[in-house]
């Protein structure tokens, strides 16, 4: 029994660091007990294994956790960052809703948007605000976008914060149901009142716009994309507020309106009223062919009888002009009314009418308002049309037809198509004011049109007001500023009839390259074409037709004769230029020289029927513009269906 124990007994191996005394036998001692272990000395190679193992064992757990927590920390900042992303789309998103509905009229949904707008905005703050943002700026290569980012929604914060608030406080003010025209009185409800909170919003969007404008692009497509969009919507809206605040500020005194309590009136205004007649062509529209006297007291507008310029002063002396309008349109040209919209800058030519004015009737205006056919065409779309004392109904479809082209070869004479044109603009306006009851946001989107199309143009004699016109499409003036780069392109009649019915004008402005100044080049091509067939050229009136010498009555055969001037942007240039097609000559402008300190080439050409001709030009806009695209600014259009 005891060898089957003994059998079964397990040997295991011995794996101490102790090994027998050496006695001479195997497996004993001297006196027959058990050996006696000793711990053999390591090696110290043997000892610095053991502590490398141990210290790597440490830094393999030191990595693993720190590679934990800079996953959890980019998974939190990853999600974070989509969170951010959605909150600033639905913010973009309640700020279009709101410009809309504001054009509608529904001033609680305006609220509704705006509240929103800043729920988002807030929520996306919160969260690049949070501190898992801050040390995401210092990762190579992609900080800057997390920097972009975290600028980016501070800016909109501050929107948020100081601009939304005051234009939730307005935003009944702004509602169209208060402001439009009735009975031939204009009412802005409590539009005036609004003027101080649209003012200092004006100023936090406006910075706010300017800012988000100088922050540049990201590595990360979806970013950019997300920041552009945020960018637009801020310039938009600041576009939108800037304007809201202009007329809020302007308007009560320009028409004559006192405070809400009646308490402070302003008084009557009264203002020329040029009638352009864009057959033949001047820089802002057509020559001003009539003119009449429009008064405005508590909104009431009243409009006499227009009349042709040839009532007016005829005596250069009396009015002094500038060196640049003596080298551009020569010594002589205020020798006719008409003339005075040749200037580009409508504020000069409204205080050169305003001048004119005063000489022949001894009255001092307050300002003067610009209008063409194409404008009125446009309002009596909205208001439908009316039959005229002559006999011919006037439409939202053929105004502009009958006024700048049918009128001359129905009537015989320049006496009675003069006539015609003042009588049926003044009637045109009559109706137009009679039938606008309830019309007001139709109204709104066609007078907005025809400004940014150049159709409509004012100028007030009052600075206070002025400032406020300034720099907006409505004013028509040349822009100074770099920062908001403009190009120019006017034409002036040189045919002395109205053949510039036929005058076809096709344009397109393009960026073409970013310099390493930041500054922006842009291509602009432009052709011109004279669209009068051979039958035309000899069947068309004469007053049509035009005049090559009108001292002697030499008639012209159908060929068109123009001067085109390009201006460059403020602190801007003409890099290089081509003409192609016909009157192109050697392909070069006839001059590039100064304008009002704007660089502006200068090309005069005569088209025969059917011919055209062609220019390309590079135009370099001011660094100081930045990102802001220009924008082309050119004499209004013929708007012809047939072309």
Request: hydrophobic share 35%.
């Amino acid at each position: 029994m005891a060898e089957d124990k003994e059998q079964r007994r397990i040997v295991q191996p011995d794996l101490s660091d102790v090994t027998p005394t050496d006695t001479g036998q195997s497996g004993t001692n001297g006196d027959g007990s058990a050996p006696r272990r000793v711990r053999r000395r390591m090696s110290p190679e043997h000892i610095r294994r053991i502590k490398r193992r141990r210290r790597n064992r440490r830094i393999l757990i030191a990595v693993l956790v720190v590679l934990l927590a800079i996953a959890a920390w980019a998974g939190a900042l990853a999600y974070s960052a989509f969170k951010t992303k959605s909150e600033l789309e639905q913010a973009v998103s309640a700020a279009s809703v709101s410009q809309k509905k504001l054009a509608s009229g529904d001033s609680a949904a305006v609220k509704k948007g705006l509240g929103d707008f800043s729920a988002h905005v807030d929520a996306a703050y919160r969260q690049t605000s949070s501190s898992l943002w801050k040390p995401a700026e210092l990762i190579p290569y992609y900080g800057s976008d997390v920097k972009a980012v975290r600028e980016a929604v501070s800016i909109m914060e501050d929107v948020s914060n100081n601009a939304v608030p005051k234009l939730a406080e307005s935003a009944d003010s702004l509602s169209l149901k208060g402001i439009g025209m009735s009975n031939g009185t204009i009412s802005l409800g409590s539009l005036g009142a609004a003027a101080q909170n649209l003012t200092d919003a004006n100023k936090t969007i406006n910075d706010a716009a300017i800012n988000l404008g100088n922050i540049d692009g990201t590595h990360i497509p979806q970013l950019t994309n997300a920041l552009d969009s945020a960018k637009n919507k801020v310039a938009t809206l600041a576009d939108a507020v800037d304007l809201a605040q202009r007329i809020a500020n302007a308007a009560p005194s320009m028409l004559g309106l006192g405070s809400d309590d009646g308490s402070e009136q302003s008084g009557k205004r009264t203002y020329i009223v040029l009638a352009q007649n864009n057959a033949e062509l001047r820089s802002t529209g057509g020559i001003a062919g009539s003119w009449g006297k429009l008064t405005i007291d508590q909104g009431k507008i009243t409009l006499e009888d227009f009349a042709p310029y040839g009532g007016l002063p005829r005596q250069v002396d009396a009015f002094e002009m500038t060196d640049s309008e003596k080298s551009f349109f020569g010594n002589d040209y205020l020798m006719y009314p008409q003339n005075v919209t040749a200037d580009p800058d409508f504020p000069r030519t409204g205080e050169l009418a305003a001048a004119m004015w005063k000489q022949e009737k001894g009255e001092d205006v307050d300002g003067v308002i610009s209008m063409d056919p194409y404008f009125l065409q446009g309002l009596l779309k909205v208001t439908g049309g009316f039959r005229s004392v002559s006999g011919v109904d006037v439409t939202g479809d053929n105004a502009a037809q009958l006024l700048l082209h049918q009128v001359y070869l129905d009537l015989p004479d320049q006496e009675s198509q003069d006539a015609f044109f003042g009588v049926v603009a003044g009637e045109a306006f009559q109706h137009i004011l009679g039938s606008l009851d309830g019309k007001n946001s139709a109204l709104m989107k066609t007078v907005t049109k025809s400004v940014n199309d150049g159709h409509f143009m004012v100028w007030s004699s009052h600075e206070g007001d002025q400032q406020y016109i300034d720099g907006t499409p409505l004013a028509g003036g040349l822009q100074k500023n770099p920062s908001k780069p403009q190009i120019g392109l006017y034409f002036n009649d040189g045919t002395m009839g109205k053949a510039d019915w036929y005058l076809k004008r096709e344009t397109s402005v393009k960026e073409s390259s970013v310099n390493a100044d930041g500054s922006r080049t842009y291509t602009v091509h432009v052709k011109v074409t004279n669209t009068m067939t051979a039958q035309e050229a000899t069947t068309l009136p004469p007053l049509v037709r035009g005049y090559s010498d009108q001292t002697t009555g030499t008639e012209r055969h159908g060929e068109i004769a123009t001067v085109m001037y390009l201006f460059a942007p403020a602190d801007g240039r003409l890099v290089d230029w081509k003409f192609t097609g016909a009157s192109a000559g050697d392909g070069d402008f006839d001059t590039v020289t100064l304008y009002d300190d704007l660089t502006a080439g200068v090309k005069g050409f005569t088209l025969q029927p059917g011919e055209s001709i062609e220019m390309t030009v590079h135009v370099q806009a001011s660094a100081t513009a930045g990102g802001t695209s220009a924008v082309l600014r050119q004499t209004p259009l013929i708007e012809r269906t047939d072309w």
